[in-house]
């Protein structure tokens, strides 16, 4: 029996001498972090308006003779540059520009209508991403018998894809009169453009 006892006592002995050992040699737990999402990307909502900007056209001429022209018409693609400046008060828009559009009209009298120029003044309201104007000024049409100066006027509506990318339509209605010199020698012009600008 004292066997038994000295026996069992050796064994409680040298388990508690071993306990303190393997609790020191275990490694302590590592924490992971939990990963965080980035921060969402900033939406554009569209705004300012000011600055220049550049870009480009394609759409329609259509030229209807008037008085010394009447019954002569006709209408083809057009292709331009344009180029000018806004100032965003706010709430409204102002600006002007300058554009160019190729013509190439073949005329059912033989005559064509190579080119136009126009001289812009605009203001319209800011909604935002979108900008609904009016615009009137001058414009030079340069035709095979002679060129005129007449004035346009018009509207379009332009939308902000991103903050420097603009896509645009534009109507404009113009009057020309006594084309070359000659008296009498008048013409209307309607012209609808797509346009694409960018904004500096």
């Given amino acids: 029996m004292k066997k038994i006892l000295s026996a069992a006592a050796a064994v409680t002995a040298t388990a508690l001498m071993t306990v303190p050992a393997f609790a020191g040699a275990l490694d302590e737990p590592v924490v992971t972090p939990v990963p965080t999402a980035p921060p969402p990307a900033p939406v554009y909502t569209g705004g300012d308006w000011t600055g220049f900007y550049a870009g480009a056209q394609i759409g329609n001429l ?34 002007g520009e300058l554009d160019y559009d190729d013509a190439s009209v073949d005329l059912s009298n033989g005559a ?79 012209t609808f453009t797509v346009r694409a600008s960018w904004q500096f």
Avoid: C, P
């Fill in 62 to 95: 259509d030229v209807d003779g008037e008085n010394g022209l009447a019954g002569v018409g006709g209408d083809d693609t057009t292709y331009g540059l344009h180029a000018g400046y806004n100032y965003d008060f706010g709430t409204w828009v102002v600006g």
């Fill in 112 to 190: 064509s209508v190579d080119s136009v120029w126009r001289a812009k003044l605009r203001g319209g309201y800011d909604f935002g991403r979108t900008l609904v104007y009016a615009t009137a000024g001058f414009a030079d049409l340069d035709t095979s018998v002679g060129s005129d100066t007449g004035e346009f006027y018009g509207v379009g509506v332009s939308y902000k894809a991103t903050e420097q990318f603009i896509v645009s339509g534009e109507y404009l209605m113009h009057d020309f009169s006594d084309i070359g010199g000659a008296a009498g020698v008048d013409a209307e012009a309607d």
